[in-house]
């Protein structure tokens, strides 16, 4: 429902489907990347950077299962950036991809 209402531009609706969804899983990268990415298209970087923050530390954590979730991070990092203009954190998505090609191997 998110992705949906997003690309009809319905931020609210957008919002309020991943503000459910967050509820029950608050660490799920899934919900939190498209998360970042509403908040930085609407306009809101200090929300979105908060998103990224969680988005982070729940890529931080060990196992297979996130993979995706790394590769999903620095994409969005390199979106932010573009969005933005500030490239300050590109190296951190480059160190991103670095770890989620390590993972990979």
Do not use: H
């Amino acid at each position: 429902m998110t992705y949906v209402s997003c690309l009809e531009g319905d931020w609210n609706v957008g919002r309020e489907s991943n503000d459910r969804g967050l509820e029950a899983a608050p660490l799920d990268s899934e919900l939190l990347w498209p998360r970042v990415m509403l908040e930085c298209e609407t306009g809101d970087i200090a929300q979105a950077e908060e998103y990224l923050d969680r988005l982070l530390n729940e890529q931080r954590r060990t196992g297979p299962e996130r993979l995706l979730a790394s590769l999903r991070t620095f994409m969005v990092i390199a979106a932010i950036a573009r969005i933005t203009g500030d490239r300050g954190r590109l190296e951190l998505a480059a160190a991103t991809a670095e770890t989620a090609r390590g993972k990979r191997s």
